[in-house]
């Protein structure tokens, strides 16, 4: 399990094994574990929360969503890299 970036005290990263989903960034405090925040990466270069399991504030999530919606080429990059994709898979609704 990568970890990609750590952002305002956040660890932000992926799950080796969840290649086969859209492409998507787990959030939490300290170390990574299933009690994460997951966000989708739309096509469209914008972010949507699927869950918030780690219960981060909503003035964290802006911060967050900010954050991730900035990096977003480097996350589809690192996301092709480490899946070793050519193509990236999106969340549609």
């Known amino acids: 399990m990568p970890n990609y970036f750590t952002y305002a005290g956040y660890k932000l990263y992926f799950w ?3 290649g086969d ?3 998507h ?3 939490t405090k300290g170390h990574p574990n299933p009690a994460s925040t997951k ?3 739309l ?3 914008t972010v949507q929360m ?3 399991k780690a219960e981060l504030s909503k ?3 802006k911060k967050i969503t900010a954050f991730l919606e900035a990096n977003i080429d480097e996350i589809c990059d690192t996301w ?3 899946f070793r994709l050519d193509k990236i898979s999106f969340y549609k609704d």
């Open 16 to 18: 080796s094994n969840e």
């Open 50 to 52: 699927a869950n918030n």
């Open 80 to 82: 092709k890299d480490y």
């Open 25 to 27: 960034v787990h959030v």
């Open 59 to 61: 003035k964290d999530l």
């Open 43 to 45: 096509e469209d270069g």
């Open 21 to 23: 989903e859209p492409i």
């Open 39 to 41: 966000f989708w990466i």
